[in-house]
């Protein structure tokens, strides 16, 4: 009897831990552009509450760049990083490479999205080579506004569930550096750029490492309006789910909007805006 009950209760306590949600760590970067630009506080607390809809993970937003305490990482799935990049990438500050490196091997998802994709070529874009399997290259790579239409590259795959191709404006970055022949990256999204001579670019890509490990890079969302596109959102929240090793319903995964969000959590508006 007392031994059917522990049976019992170890089977409970794995169903418990196979059911617990996964720990999704979102970092988010300080105001560096005016209202409505590069709205990464806002932008991570709407995609994890689109996150917590489906139910499936535990998502964690830090604010301020980076985390005071690196021990936020610890039991994490996946790192979604929305901050600026270049030279002042706040992963490129003390160990961070090093830390984040770490957390690689355990086989843990990074997404990058917008300017969190750039980091110098001999300075980060090693590792964001292997890590996510591209980055923005200046000068080589080009940010400049369009109005285009993003292509489903790759309508098979998990992340492309639930949406369909689609018009919009945004800063979108295009000649990413990938490494030729890289087979581990595979296109999510692309277009026709620039538009004066145009050919199919690179938008947006998921890469599956050696050790199994994903990654996730998205060169838009310098607009915080476009999380009102249903499309775009979609795209983003299953993005986030498929690098945690999550998976994704046929039809995608939820992301209801209520469009007053879209005002909430918002930076302060700059003195010289107001």
């Avoid at 599956?208 to 499309?231: I, Y």
């Amino acid at each position: 009897m007392a031994r059917n009950m522990l049976v019992g209760l170890v089977f409970s306590a794995v169903l418990a831990f196979a059911a617990a949600p996964a720990k999704i760590v979102l970092i988010a970067g300080n105001q560096s552009h005016g209202p409505g630009d590069h709205e990464y506080k806002a932008g991570c607390m709407l995609l994890a509450g689109f996150l917590r809809q489906n139910r499936v993970s535990d998502p964690v937003v830090v604010t301020g760049g980076w985390p005071e305490d690196e021990s936020v990482f610890e039991g994490a799935r996946a790192v979604v990083l929305y901050m600026d990049g270049g030279t002042g990438h706040p992963i490129l500050i003390g160990n961070r490479l090093e830390s984040m490196a770490k957390l690689i091997q355990k086989g843990v998802g990074l997404a990058c999205l917008h300017y969190a994709v750039e980091v110098p070529k001999d300075h980060g874009g090693p590792q964001f080579l292997d890590w996510i399997g591209g980055f923005y290259d200046r000068p080589y790579s080009q940010n400049p506004v369009n109005d285009i239409r993003a292509v489903q590259a790759t309508p098979e795959h998990p992340i492309s569930r639930g949406w369909s191709s689609f018009q919009l404006k945004d800063e979108w970055y295009y000649r990413i550096r990938f490494q030729p022949g890289d087979q581990r990256v595979t296109p999510i999204l692309t277009a026709m750029l620039p538009t004066d001579a145009p050919s199919a670019q690179v938008l947006s890509w998921a890469t599956v490492r050696q050790d199994g490990g994903r990654g996730f890079g998205f060169t838009g969302l310098h607009t915080h309006a476009n999380w009102g596109v249903p499309e775009f959102r979609q795209l983003l929240v299953n993005a986030v789910l498929w690098t945690a090793k999550l998976d994704i319903p046929a039809n995608g995964a939820k992301c209801e909007l209520n469009p007053e969000d879209l005002k909430k959590n918002l930076f302060d508006v700059p003195a010289k805006h107001q």
